[in-house]
Structures are given as C-alpha cells and as structure tokens.
C-alpha cells in the first residue's frame, strides 16, 4: 500500500473514531447534567478531568511504544523488548495510581471549595473509581501504541468505538437507577478494563509474533526506552498537566456551577483538538519510517500536505463553530446553558487553531528525533499557562473565562508561532515557501468565507430565516469556499479516480 493512500485511510480511521467519540460525549454531558444537575456534574467534571495526571505517563508511553515499534516493525524480537518493558513499567504504575487515588480520597472534599459537603462521601468514592479507571488506561497503552506504530489504525479505533459505545450504554443503564457521580464513573471504569482485555486480544490477533517476554528485557532496552519516554512525558505530558491543572484550579477557586460551564464550554473545542490530533498524528509512524531511510525530501512533501490538509479542517469547522456557538449550545443543552459558558467556549475555540494550522509540525519533529527543544517548550508553555491562569484568578476576569484566556495566549505563542519556525529550521523549509505550499490557500479560503458568511447574515436576517437553516447555508458556503480554492487539485483527483471506476464497472 503507497503511503499516501495508507495516510488517508488511518485519518479516515480517526475520523470516525473521534466522531462517535464527540457523540457519545456530547450526548453523555447532556444526560449526565439532567440527571446530576449542574452541582453533581460539576463535582464529577472536576473528578474526572481534574485528576488525569497518570494520563501523562499513559500518553507518554503510547508515543514512545509507536515510535519504537514503527522503527523495528520488521524485528518482532526487538519489537516485542520495548512492548514487554513498557508493559512491566505501567503495570508498576498503575499500582500506584490507585493507591495515590486512596490516599487522595480522603481529603479530597477539603481540598476543593467547589465540592459541597453533602457530596464529600460520593466524591471520596468516585476518586477511587477515577484512580482505577486511570490504572486500567494505562495497561492499555503498551498495546494502543502497537497497533498504532504497526499503522493497524482501524484495528485500534474499532476497539475505540466499541468502548465508546459500551460506556454510552452503562452510563444511561446506571443512571437509570442510580443518580449519583459514583455510577457515572463506575459506568467509565468498567469500559476502561473491558477496553484494555480488548485491546490487548486484538494487537495479539494483528501482530503476528507480539507477546510479553520478561526475559527479553536488558538494561538498555529499559534506558533506551525511558529516554524516548522522558521526552514524550515532558512533551505530550505536559499538555495534560496544563489542561488538568487550569480545570482544577477552577475547582480550587471557584464553584461547582463554575466547573460545569468551563467543562462544557470546553467540551466541544476539545473534540475538535482531538479530531486535528487524531488526524496529525498518523504521520508519525510514516515519517519515522521515512526518517530512516534518509528520505527528507518526501517528509517535507508530507509536512506541507498535512499542514493544508489540517488547516482546512480546522479553519472551516472553528469558523462555523465560532459564528453558531450560541445556537448550538442551547440546541445541545436544551436551552439550560450555564452562564458565561458562551464566550468561555468562544475564547476556547480560537485557542484550538494554533494547533489544526501548525501542529502537525508536531509528530514530523518527534519521528525525525527532535526531541529536546520540543520537550523544553511544552513545560516552558505550561508553566505559563498555569501562572497567567493564577494572575487573571485575582478578579480580572470571571472564574471560568481565566483559563480559557491563558490557554489563547500560551497556545498562539507556542504551537502558532515557536513550532513552525523550529519545524521550517530544522527541516530546512524557507518560511515562504512552506507559506505558499501550505497556508496562502487555506487562509485566503478562511478570509473569503468570513466575508460571504457577513453577507449571508446580513440578507437572511431580513426574512427571518430559522437558525439551523443558516447553519446548512453557511456550511454549504463554507465548504464550498474551501473546496474551490484550497481543495481544487484532491477535488479533481478524486473526481477522476471515481469516474474511472464507474467507467471501468461499466465495460465490465
């Protein structure tokens, strides 16, 4: 299978993942929030998003076990030495994740002003249950990074799928008869382990060769491996590190009514970072692969195709998300918005287009190696985040809106500025060459749409046109703008590719 094609086909993986991902999130927030209120959700949010800082070393080792792996691909022996070692380590610490989720559970409610007292017993519980759901993601990634470095991206996101949807069904069936927080977690940390069971039969089943061998682990595998995972803990960790920390710093300050609308104003702009992700980080086994074999002319084709490719995704969904914002919240909500979630969400969403424009430079550096200067500005930009977060806590602006204001700033420094002109340096990219393959298109596609979006509104507003019938307009113009100018060529090719194939069933 040619690169490109097996490009597009893990995207498209992703793709559907993340989508029945957002709904099934978007469809549990709104369940969850009838049934708990916005006190219980916003204990339970805080909980569950608050506490993921074992989540660093799970994300830390599936970049590592990817990487690995996508590298010695054609060696099941040393494949199977850096799969053994991580799952032995994470083991270890999922250990101690749950022990940590214990002893935290004890003084949990006396740490955070926004869990009220008649919640203290249930969020006591449902830290433990966080702290196992946690443990059981974290057995789970030795074998999510297999799959992933190997490319059997639909083998990975079909075990995703299914556990979205099994957790769908447990929430709903145990919410039913039992309104608490400590259901609704219960209902996640059983999907958790079914998934890790599942994940570990599948890479076995796809692999062929893959096991765990204690005896194949050395000392250097072991220093080989935590030197990759060093970096990847100070890179991809600290983005978790930054996101929990700003949630429960809202926690620590503010009200439960304040974490429920930072956590739902976040929920949308944080599915489309994860549909961005899961569409950039497909090239990192490719490049890794490429990188190998010395084959730098092709990972610059890669880098400027994939910066086009995401910047017309990112530009095009958070320039409706933006406009509709307000209409879609209370379509998803049924009009219970809680206050200030809407420019909350706003400010959310144009912290998320750094990252669709620029971050694909992001695996590209990863898979050539670059990891030093990657890992010093990840913890550089989260620090920030976290201290500017504390400044504008002092009464500047409204509890939720702090962070969301500190991740615009920290973000559009680091991943819109910093990352492409450390990618354009060390892949040797002059800035107006990358601009003219890359962005010209995707950022005059954004300004033309901003334009006949204004005009759009400015006619419909006269006949009072119902607002999901503006939507569909607008996004029919939209995508249409961005098909003709940024998507004109794959637009053809695929035209193309499709007509011969009608021809060639036709003769047939």
Not at 65 to 93: C, G, P
Not at 109 to 126: G, L, V
Not at 272 to 299: E, H
Not at 313 to 339: D, H, M, N, Q, R
């Amino acid at each position: 299978m040619s690169l490109r094609k097996r490009i597009i086909i893990n995207a498209g993986s992703n793709w559907v993942s993340m989508a029945v991902a957002a709904v099934v999130g978007l469809v549990l927030v709104r369940i969850i929030l009838r049934d708990l209120d916005a006190t219980g959700y916003g204990v339970w949010a805080l909980l569950a998003t608050g506490l993921r800082y074992p989540m660093i070393l799970e994300r830390a080792f599936v970049l590592a076990i990817n990487h690995f792996v996508a590298f010695y691909r054609s060696d099941i022996k040393e494949l199977n030495r850096f799969v053994s070692a991580s799952f032995i380590i994470l083991t270890a610490l999922a250990v101690l994740t749950v022990v940590a989720a214990v002893l935290l559970s004890f003084v949990i409610s006396d740490i955070f002003s926004a869990i009220p007292s008649e919640f203290a017993r249930d969020a006591r519980i449902t830290c433990i249950l966080v702290g196992i759901t946690l443990a059981f993601k974290m057995l789970e990634a030795s074998f999510s990074g297999t799959l992933q470095g190997c490319q059997y991206y639909t083998n990975y996101n079909s075990v995703v799928i299914t556990a979205n949807l099994l957790r769908a069904v447990l929430t709903i069936g145990l919410l039913v008869v039992w309104k608490s927080i400590i259901a609704v977690q219960l209902a996640f940390g059983i999907t958790a382990a079914i998934s890790a069971l599942s994940m570990f039969f599948v890479a076995r089943r796809s692999v062929a060769g893959l096991s765990i061998n204690l005896r194949l682990i050395n000392r250097k595998t072991l220093q080989e491996l935590w030197r990759y995972t060093s970096h990847s803990i100070g890179r991809s960790g600290s983005s978790i590190f930054m996101y929990s920390t700003l949630a429960l710093l809202v926690g620590r300050v503010g009200t439960a009514a304040n974490v429920t609308a930072y956590d739902i104003a976040s929920r949308i702009p944080g599915f489309v970072r994860g549909f961005l992700a899961a569409t950039q980080v497909v090239f990192l086994p490719a490049v890794s692969d490429l990188w190998a074999k010395g084959r730098v002319k092709a990972i610059k084709a890669v880098v400027k195709k994939g910066t086009r490719i995401s910047s017309v995704l990112s530009c095009a969904l958070l320039l409706l998300l933006f406009v509709f914002t307000e209409k879609i919240l209370a379509l998803w909500l049924k009009g219970a918005v809680p206050e200030g979630t809407v420019w909350v969400m706003r400010v959310l969403i144009i912290s998320v287009l750094p990252g669709g424009l620029f971050e694909i430079w992001l695996p590209a550096l990863v898979g050539m190696g670059h990891l030093r200067g990657l890992t010093i500005a990840s913890i550089a930009a989260a620090l920030i985040a976290i201290l500017l977060e504390l400044v504008l806590l002092r009464g500047f602006v409204t509890v939720p809106m702090a962070p969301a204001i500190a991740l615009v700033v920290v973000l559009w420094a680091k991943t819109g500025l910093w990352l492409p002109l450390y990618g354009l340096q060390k892949l040797g990219i002059r800035p107006y060459e990358y601009l003219k393959d890359s962005l010209y298109q995707p950022l005059a596609a954004s300004l033309v749409s901003i334009t006949a979006l204004w005009a759009l509104s400015r006619v419909m507003l006269r006949g009072n046109v119902h607002w999901m019938v503006m939507l569909i307009l607008s996004t029919v113009v939209v995508m249409a703008i961005f098909t003709a100018i940024s998507l004109r060529k794959e637009t053809a090719d695929l035209i193309v590719a499709v007509r011969k194939r009608f021809e060639g069933k036709k003769e047939n």
